[in-house]
């Protein structure tokens, strides 16, 4: 069965960090690039970060620039994305996705794969 699953999150206080896997199984992420998403109660889906199948090349939204690192470590089948200073209005569903594609069309969302998600709350 091929699938990505997500782990790592949880409730920090603001400031704090946490730091999201992605792994796959089924499936070898050494010819994806890997985004990561996010989405909030009651709005859209945003993209945060993507990171090209070779790891040479990463992006980040504006809104996370500075504090969200992304990695990949192919050996281990498993993306990451460091989140530290973190803030109240990082909270979110977030999920990762598999694109045999360059970023720039995995960030608009159109990918092979996504995994189930997992909840990151800020809050004190």
């Known amino acids: 069965q091929l699938q990505l699953v997500e782990s790592g999150g949880g409730l920090v206080q603001p400031g704090g960090s946490l730091r999201l896997s992605c792994a796959a199984s089924?499936?070898?992420?050494?010819?994806?690039?890997i985004g990561w998403f996010r989405q909030a109660p009651g709005k859209e889906r945003e993209g945060v970060s993507c990171?090209?199948?070779?790891?040479?090349?990463?992006n980040y939204a504006d809104s996370v620039k500075g504090r969200f690192t992304i990695s990949r470590d192919n050996a281990k089948n498993t993306v990451y994305l460091q989140m530290n200073s973190l803030k109240p209005e990082d909270t979110a569903v977030y999920y990762c996705?598999?694109?045999?594609?360059?970023?720039?069309?995995?960030?608009?969302?159109?990918?092979?794969?996504w995994g189930q998600g997992t909840q990151v709350t800020v809050s004190s």
């Open positions: 996705a598999a694109g045999e594609m360059p970023c720039s069309t995995v960030v608009a969302g159109n990918v092979d794969y």
């Open positions: 089924g499936f070898t992420l050494d010819y994806y690039a």
């Open positions: 990171i090209s199948s070779s790891g040479g090349s990463t």
